[in-house]
């Protein structure tokens, strides 16, 4: 009788540790992000004309426990009605004017942490916007891929898709705009709402 006791006791707390380790913290993995605000460079182009080109820097740490390839997508949303979305091209120009003006020796892209983050490492991006809508004065950046699409709710797999959200107000009008600064309004994680 008491083996049998025993034997349902052990039972019992095998089953409530793999319901920790299935629901538990730590399945989901997400990504360390902090970054500054959007700022601006000065790109020269041919016959001596320039472009202003808009940028924001950003350091992602894996402290997940193991290595990662995160697919990382940065858009900036504005609040016009017509060109209103700005998503991170890359562009390798914006990317050495960037180094230049604030002298960082390495700065990764997204394309570059699609190779992979080591466990314990932090690595310093950049994200590239090209020329905003002067026009705007709203601007939301969304940054997706920081975070294991895949979790679990009630023992059950779900894909849910969640973004790193920073909303900016800027006053003044659409003559130079380098010169008006952005304003954090708020900035926390969003659940994506699934396409019906």
């Not at 390798?92 to 394309?111: M, R």
């Not at 916007?129 to 997706?144: C, H, I, P, S, T």
Request: with cysteine.
């Amino acid at each position: 009788m008491r083996s049998a006791i025993l034997g349902l006791a052990a039972a019992a707390v095998l089953a409530a540790a793999s319901l920790a380790v299935a629901d538990g913290p730590g399945l989901r993995w997400e990504l360390g992000f902090k970054h500054d605000t959007p700022s601006w460079v000065k790109i020269e182009g041919t016959g001596g004309k320039s472009a202003v080109k808009w940028y924001m820097t950003y350091r992602v740490e894996n402290a997940t426990g193991a290595a990662r390839k995160p697919a990382v997508r940065a858009v900036l949303l504005a609040d016009t009605v017509r060109n209103n979305e700005f998503p991170d091209t890359g562009d390798a120009a914006t990317v050495k004017a960037v180094k230049e003006k604030t002298g960082a020796k390495e700065l990764s892209t997204a394309a570059d942490l699609r190779a992979g983050i080591e466990d314990g490492k932090t690595v310093s991006c950049v994200a590239t916007f090209g020329g905003l809508n002067d026009e705007a004065k709203k601007f939301e950046l969304r940054v997706y891929g920081l975070m294991d699409p895949v979790t679990q709710v009630k023992g059950k797999e779900v894909f849910e898709v969640k973004y790193w959200s920073a909303k900016y107000e800027r006053k003044g009008d659409e003559f130079q705009r380098t010169e008006d600064p952005w304003k954090l309004v708020s900035s926390g994680w969003v659940t994506e709402e699934p396409k019906k």
